[in-house]
């Protein structure tokens, strides 16, 4: 039996019902031990902008391949409450995260949600000591175009946050993903006008190019 599944039959049946992020973290946990993840890699995390992201596809020559433990709906509190699990077991040489979208969308405040960001970044750039975090910030969504202020004032304290710090980050994809009346181009998002096309995808690849391939 996986350790998270005897875990999870051990709490509480409040404790069980309060993590909507079980039967996920119960799924990597089974991908784990059927493939277990070489140490020295890259691991993706974050919400479906990550989970959705083709990224073994996009850098087929990495070895390992990049680890994609992306959950969609996902916020900046869930993998502070995962971070073991979905990161750290791994010990990667890279970590990519992607959040912010639906904490915003989630009615979170600012100050809450670099909080969670805060809290995440410093565990694992302390049980990380050689690793990179690279930060990719909220992106600019038509559906959510409403509350871009917002969005501006998250990923400003990120962006300070990253260059703070000599081993985070901070991949800015907003130039790239605007048109030239400043708002987000349609042809890089699907019909629900939040997730991406592979258009939007190829700008992403890109902005993480340099980081994700190994220096000679």
């Not at 875990?7 to 493939?35: C, I, L, V, Y």
């Not at 990224?55 to 916020?75: C, H, M, T, Y």
């Not at 917002?150 to 991949?171: F, T």
């Not at 991406?196 to 993480?208: E, L």
Request: charged share 30%.
């Amino acid at each position: 039996m996986p350790a998270l599944l005897a875990q999870a039959q051990t709490q509480p049946q409040s404790d069980a019902k309060a993590d909507r992020w079980a039967e996920a973290m119960e799924k990597f946990a089974r991908q784990d031990e059927r493939r277990p993840y070489p140490q020295g890699g890259i691991v993706l995390t974050g919400s479906s902008s990550a989970r959705l992201w083709e990224v073994e596809k996009a850098f087929p020559d990495l070895d390992p391949p990049i680890l994609n433990r992306g959950f969609g709906g996902s916020q900046y509190s869930d993998i502070v409450r995962h971070a073991e699990l979905l990161v750290l077991k791994h010990r990667p040489r890279l970590v990519i995260l992607y959040s912010g979208d639906n904490d915003i969308a989630g009615g979170k405040s600012t100050d809450q949600i670099m909080g969670d960001f805060t809290t995440v970044t410093e565990r694992l750039l302390s049980e990380l000591p050689e690793a990179t975090i690279a930060v990719i910030p909220a992106k600019p969504s038509p559906s959510r175009w409403k509350k871009v202020d917002q969005y501006h004032a998250l990923n400003a304290r990120i962006k300070a946050a990253c260059g703070d710090e000599p081993r985070m980050r901070y991949v800015d994809v907003w130039p790239a993903m605007l048109g030239p009346d400043g708002k987000p181009r349609p042809e890089l998002f699907r019909d629900d006008r939040l997730h991406m096309t592979a258009d939007g995808y190829a700008i992403w690849n890109d902005a993480v190019r340099e980081l994700v391939t190994p220096k000679r």
